[in-house]
């Protein structure tokens, strides 16, 4: 059994990069782009309007100023400001030359083709010629992922077509001769499969493409079969259940006559101790145990830092600083332990009612989770704690 750190430095040490495909820019959303991003144009293109009103001189605030000119946005001003003049302009329209500031409608007052200002609020109301980006500049990184930010940003920048990283395959398997799909109605020893199913949607949330391959019964020659044609279809291999030390876990027999080479199968942290990890050449296998909370928590901290990392992404789970409003207490503290929490109104963290690694009902409205650590029973009310934000699809 190895410590969480030391499992995680394993996985991250074995990834290896995807190479590049160019994908069109409405196909790029969560992908990770493969090279860095320089704008073509500055940002504003020129001095634009903040606002609808009127541009005009600073030095004539006090006049009763002539419209001469109204611009719509998308047009270039045909007259220049002069002594005693002012052109309407349209949010996002080009400022006139002659022109220092544009006075809001609401500030103003107009009638018969003069305008009076009766505000003065010192705003300017300019967006100056690339006070945003500068042509030229360096705006997005390699290794950056894909938000719907950033994909305003890549077609602020004119790329109509990106250079991202390919997608990683990640085959699943459910293992357990109680499982049954959603669809089965479940005997008095049966369950339905989650785990399949959670990890198809956390893999999607991770951009790669996810294959379900079912369920594996608990024999020998069911286990190898799926595992063996999921190794030739798949990049990664998430395969929940099975793992374990009980008499009908076949899977590490089955990993060992496949030639998988088994990096560690036991960690120091609860929920979650019965995980392994291992490679076939570039193939990686991720075993998880069948508790439903053991797989989410197992794939959240190791499995997405591998596949975004194989992608060219460095990833870097949100840590909040906040204050336990209750006291945490355990029994056992020979393993650093997670638990799922969320905040209240004032801020402060809350423990989720949490029944042990079946519950996954817990981690409905969790919003993260707390680590306590190895030989710490206790978490007084009222001290600074660390939280893990969990992603959101």
Do not use: W
Not at 109 to 116: A, D, I, K, L, S
Not at 354 to 376: L, P, R, W
Request: hydrophobic share 40%; net charge neutral; aromatic share 6%.
């Amino acid at each position: 059994m190895i410590s969480f750190k030391e499992a995680l430095k394993i996985v991250l040490a074995s990834c290896a990069a995807t190479e590049s495909e160019r994908v069109p820019l409405d196909c790029a959303l969560n992908r990770i782009l493969a090279g860095n991003i320089v704008s073509d144009v500055d940002i504003p293109p020129a001095d634009l309007s903040a606002m609808d009103g009127f541009a005009c001189r600073k030095a004539d605030l006090d006049k009763t100023l002539k419209v001469i000119e109204h611009i719509p946005a998308g047009s270039l001003p045909e007259k220049a400001i002069g002594p005693g003049e002012c052109s309407r302009i349209m949010t996002g329209a080009v400022i006139p030359s002659g022109a220092e500031q544009v006075i809001m409608i609401e500030h103003a007052q107009e009638e018969n083709g003069f305008v009076r200002v009766v505000k003065v609020t010192g705003a300017a109301n300019v967006r100056m010629k690339a006070e945003d980006v500068r042509s030229g500049t360096l705006v997005l990184t390699k290794g950056t992922r894909i938000t719907p930010a950033v994909i305003a940003v890549l077609a602020s920048a004119g790329c109509a077509i990106v250079n991202v990283h390919k997608r990683i395959s990640v085959g699943i398997i459910a293992t357990g001769n109680e499982l049954v799909e959603p669809i089965v109605v479940p005997a008095a020893a049966q369950i339905r499969n989650s785990n399949g199913y959670q990890l198809f949607a956390q893999t999607i949330s991770c951009g790669c493409t996810p294959k379900y391959y079912g369920i594996a019964v608990d024999t020998p020659e069911s286990t190898e079969k799926m595992i063996r044609r999921a190794l030739e279809e798949s990049d990664v291999i998430l395969m929940s259940g099975g793992v374990s030390m009980g008499d009908y876990d076949c899977v590490p027999a089955v990993l060992e006559k496949l030639g998988v080479e088994i990096n560690f199968d036991s960690i120091a942290m609860k929920p979650g101790k019965p995980a392994t990890f291992g490679k076939l050449g570039k193939k990686a296998f991720f075993g998880m145990p069948g508790n439903p909370v053991s797989t989410f928590i197992i794939f959240e901290l190791f499995v997405r830092p591998y596949l975004l990392q194989c992608m060219g992404h460095t990833y870097k789970p949100l840590i909040v600083k906040a204050s336990l409003k209750e006291t945490i207490s355990r029994n056992k503290t020979d393993r650093l332990e997670f638990y799922p929490v969320q905040f209240d109104e004032s801020g402060k963290v809350t423990r989720q009612s949490y029944n042990g690694s079946a519950h996954i009902h817990s981690y409905i409205d969790a919003e993260g989770i707390v680590a306590i650590q190895k030989g710490t029973g206790q978490i007084e009310a009222g001290t600074g704690i660390e939280v893990r934000i969990l992603e959101r699809c």
